[in-house]
């Protein structure tokens, strides 16, 4: 008599699907303390902004990962400002997906393009307002170096794809880029939409000497600053290495360094003025003066005096 075979459900699958930080361990990889709050965190509207290496590839690749497998018949968009990283994120997206041996298998795939047996597809594409359109309801999208992506493509090709499509996870990744742009804007927005991190180097350079680097304080400010943002703060544990900082300091400058690794929105150096200065230029109302104009007696009359060959 034969036997007819049942298949039998592994619970742990289950757990796995629910929790995406538990999935990230069981496939090999140890999550930080941020990028556990990133997996557990249910806004659907996430922004990172997050220092060189800090591990934003784990979550840029990871989530999307997990999004198609557990998830069938659902479209994960992945969206890189240029070729070489939108490669670098095909391969991350790999090498998650040998990493997990119940992973579904790989019907079909291309440069850009990856095919499951359940029905799900993930895309890594070049960012451009072109590449970003087309695409019906989304389950995921990420725009990973978010900062150096055009304005374009986010407004014109990526918002359109969250129309009736509320469950569409967005998550935006990137190091600042000069104080413009979406990503900027979704940073300092005080909408509500945006659930916020930042993961930055726990060394600040010195003011005094502007070319050492001090352990970094929170003082009241920087507190109250990331309150009323309601951002999430974090150090990087990839950056404690005070050596390896302060050579990356001296290679790269200081204002590169303030930008690539302590996560602050600053102006570029070819910029004459900055963006602070230009606000003040409007924001601070003028006051009437009285100015005094220097004047002489020339034959019994006032008149004004001449200084440099100019009139005051």
């Known amino acids: 008599m034969k036997i007819r075979e049942q298949s039998v459900f592994d619970y742990r699958e289950l757990r796995y699907g629910l929790d995406r930080a538990k999935y990230l361990e069981h496939i090999g990889f140890q999550p930080f303390e941020w990028q556990r709050q990133v997996c557990h965190d249910p806004c659907l509207r996430k922004i ?12 840029a690749s990871g989530l999307p990962c997990h999004k198609a497998k557990y998830r069938p018949k659902s479209l994960v968009i992945i969206e890189a400002p240029t070729e070489v990283q939108a490669g670098l994120n095909m391969e991350k997206i790999y090498d998650f997906m040998a990493h997990d041996r119940k992973y579904p298998k790989i019907e079909r795939k291309s440069d850009s393009q990856i095919l499951l047996a359940n029905g799900s597809r993930i895309r890594v594409v070049v960012a451009s307002d072109k590449s970003s359109r087309g ?11 978010a900062s150096r992506i055009d304005d374009v493509v986010y407004r014109s090709g990526v918002r359109p794809m969250l129309t009736s499509n509320p469950d569409c996870e967005l998550i935006l990744i990137s190091t600042p880029f000069g104080k413009t742009g979406f990503f900027f804007d979704a940073w300092y927005s005080r909408s509500g939409f945006w659930s916020k991190y930042e993961v930055r180097s726990p060394w600040t350079v010195d003011e005094d000497t502007q070319r050492d680097l001090l352990r970094h304080e929170q003082d009241d400010a920087f507190k109250k600053e990331r309150e009323e943002n309601n951002i999430r703060f974090f150090y990087s544990p990839r950056h404690e290495d005070f050596q390896e900082q302060q050579e990356n300091l001296e290679a790269m400058g200081i204002q590169q360094y303030r930008q690539e690794y302590c996560c602050e929105f600053i102006e570029t150096e070819s910029q ?8 003040r230029m409007f924001s601070y109302p003028t006051r009437e003066r009285v100015v005094q104009m220097p004047v002489e007696t020339y034959a019994n009359k006032l008149v004004p005096k001449a200084v440099g060959g100019e009139f005051f």
């Open 272 to 279: 004459t003025f900055t963006y602070d200065s230009i606000d």
């Open 135 to 145: 695409y019906s309801k989304p389950a995921m999208i990420v725009l990973d170096e």
């Open 48 to 59: 990172i902004n997050g220092s060189r290496q800090c591990g934003k590839s784990t979550i």
